[in-house]
């Protein structure tokens, strides 16, 4: 009889979003946003906010003013843009490591007994601040953030950068992501993706998991279709 062998993947990174799956910084660009859109005569709310997550600076300003059916120059977006990041960098800056989310210490403890790699996939230009802030720069190998980036999420640049860095391919890591826009990027990169949030927001992910909190690696395996 002959012998069929089974290939099963082997994962050997896990690659973070950072706002909204290891921290909740995604609440301080929704603060951040909101008063610049009030600042311009209109508003809008935390569901809207949603169509924000993952985007990067300067596509997430052109929403905005979608919103609120208002055009402006160059010049004039670079300074609403500004505006809104120094707004932003002051809610950052008060950012102590009691904002890690819960479950993520643990969760990158059991990687690094299984051997597992980490990276951070993140938009945000100020990924390398927040990691400082909440003491998490030294848990990862590679930082791919929004400053290496010609092209935001949904395109996947961001995680191939980080397989890139890693020598992986992308089916041996797995991409954590709160963000619509990121699990369209992680599937268009042929990376396995768990949508961190509720299930809803990413029909598309392998699994969607609530949160880091309680999450057990070998389980997390088990339901992945590897
Ligand atoms: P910044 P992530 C993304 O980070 C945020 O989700 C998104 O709301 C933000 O507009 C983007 O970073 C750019 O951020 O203005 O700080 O460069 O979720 O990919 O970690
Ligand atoms: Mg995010």
Redesign the pocket.
């Known amino acids: 009889m002959a012998i069929v062998p089974i290939f099963t993947a082997m994962i050997r990174a896990c690659i973070f979003?950072?706002?909204?799956v290891l921290v909740d910084t995604?609440h301080y660009?929704f603060l951040a946003w909101r008063r610049l859109a009030n600042q311009l005569g209109f508003d809008f709310d935390e569901k809207a906010n949603e169509a924000?997550?993952?985007?990067?600076?300067m596509e997430?300003l052109d929403i905005i003013l979608g919103w609120g059916g208002l055009s402006k120059t160059r010049p004039e977006k670079e300074a609403l843009a500004h505006q809104k990041?120094e707004w932003?960098r002051a809610y950052i800056r008060e950012m102590t490591p009691g904002e890690v989310l819960p479950g993520v210490a643990g969760f990158l403890d059991q990687l690094d007994a299984q051997g597992i790699r980490k990276g951070i996939g993140?938009?945000?230009?100020?990924?390398k601040t927040i990691l400082r802030q909440v003491g998490l720069t030294d848990r990862f190998e590679v930082i791919v953030d929004?400053t290496d980036l010609q092209r935001s999420?949904p395109d996947p640049q961001v995680f191939q950068l980080g397989a890139e860095r890693l020598g992986l391919s992308p089916r041996e890591c797995i991409v954590f992501e709160d963000?619509a826009a990121?699990i369209e990027a992680a599937l268009a990169g042929g990376f396995w993706a768990v949508g961190v949030g509720d299930a809803e927001i990413f029909p598309g992910a392998h699994i969607a998991i609530p949160g880091l909190e309680n999450l057990h690696w070998s389980a997390l395996l088990e339901k992945l279709p590897l």
């Open positions: 979003d950072l706002d909204g995604a660009h924000l997550k993952g985007v990067g600076r997430s990041n932003y993140s938009s945000s230009k100020n990924a929004g999420k963000a990121g």
